[in-house]
């Protein structure tokens, strides 16, 4: 228990030292805000994929499948509780017509699955992304995230954290009127 | 004219936080009586004016002066006058003015309660507490005033999120509040004792109870919070790691930590240092909750409205405070006089894993909320940190923390010997064993995991008991001997008791509800039945109806159990048109055995309705263990408020088994005040 006196100054000042790295990490991290900071990916095209099925028998989710159509390609996982929050939301909007594709993202299909069945399917197509190959690809930051990709297949708008009825009716759905109305 | 008097007390309660500041840290080194009563004055000032305030922003909300922004964004007509109220809290602006009326609360009441500290100390504590009412008051003046005016005034607000219209808004942030700026003393108390120099550990003596009372509070808090998503998402989840309910663990678990650890300061003169270190960070996990959830630099469910001026600004507190208090006690550290020494196998030993532990978990947490910040930042692969990340994480440093937390109380002070303490301990491991292998049985060995679980409770729950068993010399003495030692045992080892006892049910609870619970699916019409968990669910029928601000569809579903028991279910489905939004009301039932939980979901293109089932075995101990744990905390503040005068902490029978400490060299104490 007796420490020699340098050491004891070390030790004495080592959470200030440490506090210092983590305070610079923060003032960075501020920069980049998450939620301001437009994907590196807006305005390019989306990335070609095929990912297989989340529900063994169904098809899967392509690149091909919204080719020529403005959809949201949302980004979910099973074990994400933000997700579960913004899943009723998703049914409404689906229910009201919206287009809505599904990425299930590092996570074990049948959970997925077992999500879907609990609480309802919003997705007109859903795929399993287990690997995160895509996600990396599309720059997700975590989950949920929303895409919105326009008829040439470019990447228009990224939501991330859940959409609510503020960010649908204040950005998602003018974003996608437009887009449909435009080209 | 009213929201600019609620401005005018802000700018007042600024003008007076000042003074607390100045008159705090001037008083001492003047050797002024006066200034140090100055510093007093303004702490009771500051607290009025900000309560002002908020009672301004309370009456607005509740008479709907819609010339107000925050009124205007966040409350409607419609809404029941309960929720209008409410809704002073549920949003940035006002929930910030809560932080600071908490902040002023507790400087109001260290001024009022703490006459038994020294003029000076007193003093130099109210100092800090006025400091960081001068930032968060800045703060809020700057970047988030509630009483800005909106021109033209709108006919009617936008509407309140529905899903906070729920008993919950009323207890939960304030509880939270109470407890996590609580903390706020703690740092407080600790950068007082550095500026003042070697106080030989008087100052956690001062310090605890308002440690405590934090504790207690954000022990609470955290619980409605679980409740209240529990009931109000509506698919069963009690705790989903969201960046924000971490925020409110991580200082619940430093908090946790120097809860014990002062206990080795105030008893053995032993871990001062790490006692001051550990209320500097405790309060500094609070600052940075506040600037996760305020920043929205992590993506959480709970994100206010995000500015980046607003944490821009909690950063420089965050920096300026966690800074200083670090950089203070990097320059005050060393010269502080080593504690005793003592062995590890000992009272002392053991609380000092528990530190090292909840230290350690806590580390985990926040590497856990902050890794995808770090990633983003490093450029490289993007990663999501989920469910899985804790439970390969806490759940491996909670086992030995739990196993330990049942040892440690039963060890002697100072030095103990291993044989002695395994007599202790025997019955402990042979109960919990038992219910193993009973629960084992009792599933088939399908569900060990339960087993596991429930072994634990068991044993924790005993080792509680246990305390009281060997204090009181049950089994030892005779019974009216031990009757008579366990009415003299002081208020604060029942206090440990029961808190230990609230973790067993916690535990209990926990593993339950995670690895025996169960959830169904099923499409039913009207008169249409499934069957779950051995009972034959029954939709009666579909009604729908008007709330205050709301319209619902709501099911009576019927739960009939093979001895013809029935459970009556009403799970409803509601939309709020002020917000375009529905919300789901689950209905549970509630046993002391397991709660059965259903939600209504959708209506399908037949007719039919979606309707989700979950059994929930044990779950309502996560709750009552978290109430439980709280009230534990509450018997320790009694005692610790009943027992201030000469240290008289230790028990009758730890006096007679000889391991009383030697008396308090209460002149060494002194010194560094004076």
Not at chain 1, 54 to 79: C, E, P, Q
Not at chain 2, 35 to 61: C, D, E, H, K, P
Not at chain 2, 323 to 334: E, F, K, M, N, V
Not at chain 2, 364 to 370: D, P, Q
């Amino acid at each position: 228990m007796t420490l020699s006196r340098k050491m004891l100054l070390a030790a004495s000042l080592a959470p200030l030292l440490v506090f210092g790295v983590l305070a610079v990490v923060l003032y960075f991290g501020l920069q980049q805000d998450p939620s301001t900071l437009p994907s590196v990916l807006i305005g390019k095209p989306a990335p070609t994929f095929a990912l297989g099925p989340v529900r063994a028998g169904d098809t899967g989710f392509s690149r091909d499948d919204i080719r020529g159509k403005v959809v949201l390609v949302n980004v979910w996982g099973s074990w994400c509780g933000a997700c579960k929050m913004e899943h009723p939301y998703l049914m409404e909007l689906a229910a009201g017509g919206a287009p809505i594709y599904g990425v299930d993202w590092k996570d074990d299909p049948a959970d997925g699955a077992k999500t879907l069945k609990m609480m309802g399917d919003p997705y007109v197509k859903v795929g399993n992304d287990q690997a995160g190959r895509l996600s990396l690809d599309l720059g997700v930051t975590g989950a949920p995230e929303t895409f919105l990709i326009d008829r040439t297949g470019r990447i228009r708008y990224k939501q991330i954290g859940p959409i609510t009825p503020e960010v649908w009716r204040g950005t998602l759905a003018p974003m996608i009127a437009k887009l449909e109305q435009g080209q | 004219m009213i929201p600019e008097i609620g401005r005018f007390c802000l700018y007042l309660a600024l003008g007076l936080s000042i003074v607390q500041m100045a008159a705090g840290f001037a008083g001492p080194l003047r050797a002024s009586p006066r200034i140090m009563a100055l510093s007093q004055s303004a702490a009771f000032g500051q607290f009025l004016f900000v309560a002002v305030a908020f009672a301004i922003l309370v009456r607005l909300f509740a008479t709907s002066d819609f010339s107000v922004m925050v009124v205007a964004a966040n409350s409607h007509t419609t809404k029941p006058l309960f929720y209008k109220i409410a809704a002073t809290w549920g949003h940035h602006e006002g929930s910030m003015l809560l932080w600071v009326l908490v902040l002023a609360l507790f400087g109001a009441a260290i001024a009022y309660f703490g006459r038994s500290m020294p003029d000076t100390f007193r003093a130099r504590v109210l100092g800090v507490q006025g400091l960081i009412g001068v930032f968060f008051l800045l703060f809020i003046i700057f970047t988030s005033n509630p009483f800005v005016r909106l021109f033209p005034v709108p006919l009617e607000g936008e509407g309140f999120n529905p899903l906070l219209q729920d008993p919950g808004i009323v207890s939960h942030p304030p509880m939270l509040y109470l407890g996590y700026v609580g903390f706020s003393t703690a740092f407080s108390f600790a950068v007082a004792a550095l500026i003042e120099g070697p106080a030989g550990g008087l100052w956690v003596r001062y310090a605890r109870p308002w440690i405590l009372a934090a504790w207690i509070c954000l022990t609470i808090g955290i619980t409605l919070g679980s409740l209240w998503a529990y009931s109000v998402l509506g698919w069963g989840g009690w705790w989903f790691w969201d960046p924000v309910e971490n925020a409110s663990l991580m200082p619940w678990l430093l908090g946790t930590a120097l809860v014990h650890s002062a206990l080795v300061v105030e008893r053995r003169f032993s871990l001062e240092r790490w006692t001051l270190l550990l209320s500097i960070l405790t309060f500094s996990m609070s600052l940075l909750g506040t600037f996760v959830v305020r920043s929205g630099i992590l993506t959480s469910v709970h994100a206010f409205a995000v500015d980046p001026a607003r944490g821009t600004f909690i950063l420089i507190i965050l920096i300026l405070a966690t800074g200083g208090g670090l950089a203070l006690y990097g320059l005050r550290a060393p010269g502080l006089p080593s504690g005793r020494v003592f062995g590890l196998f000992s009272r002392e030993g053991s609380l000092v894993l528990n530190n090292i532990l909840l230290v350690t978990i806590t580390g985990t947490v926040f590497l856990g909320t902050f890794y995808p910040l770090f990633i983003e930042l490093s450029g490289k692969d993007k990663i999501s940190v989920g469910v899985p990340y804790y439970a390969l994480t806490f759940v491996p440093l909670a086992a030995p923390l739990l196993l330990a937390m049942v040892i440690g109380p039963l060890l002697l002070w100072r030095k103990d010997s291993a044989r002695g303490w395994a007599a202790r301990i025997g019955p402990g491991v042979f109960l919990a064993f038992s219910v193993l292998i009973l629960t084992g049985a009792a599933t088939h060995g399908r569900n060990l995991l339960l087993a596991v679980w429930l072994g634990l409770a068991t044993w924790l729950i005993v080792g509680a008991v246990l305390i009281l068993v060997r204090r009181a010399r049950i089994g030892q003495a005779p019974f009216a001997d031990s009757l008579k030692l366990a009415r003299a045992l002081p208020m604060a080892t029942w206090g440990a008791i029961i808190a230990h006892l609230g973790i067993g049910l916690l535990v209990c609870g926990l593993g339950g509800a995670t690895t025996a619970k169960e959830e169904g699916v099923a499409l039913l019409g009207p008169g249409q039945s499934t069957a779950f968990i051995g009972r034959q669910l029954t939709l009666k029928d579909i009604s729908t109806g008007k709330g205050p601000n709301f319209e619902y569809v709501r099911a009576r579903i019927d739960a009939v159990a093979p001895d013809g028991d029935v459970i009556h279910l009403t799970p409803e489905r509601r939309f709020y048109p002020e917000r375009q939004s529905e919300t789901t009301k689950a209905s549970v039932r509630e046993t002391p055995l397991g709660n059965l939980y259903v939600a209504l979901g959708d209506q399908v293109t037949d007719g039919r309705w979606t309707v989700r089932f979950y059994s929930h075995p044990l779950a309502i101990w996560i709750w009552l263990g978290g109430f439980v744990m709280a009230l534990g905390g509450v018997l320790a503040l009694v005692g610790n408020r009943t027992q201030s005068g000469p240290r008289s902490g230790d028990s009758a029978a730890e006096v007679r088994a000889g391991s009383r400490p030697a008396p308090a060299p209460a002149a060494a104490g002194a010194e560094g005040v004076a």
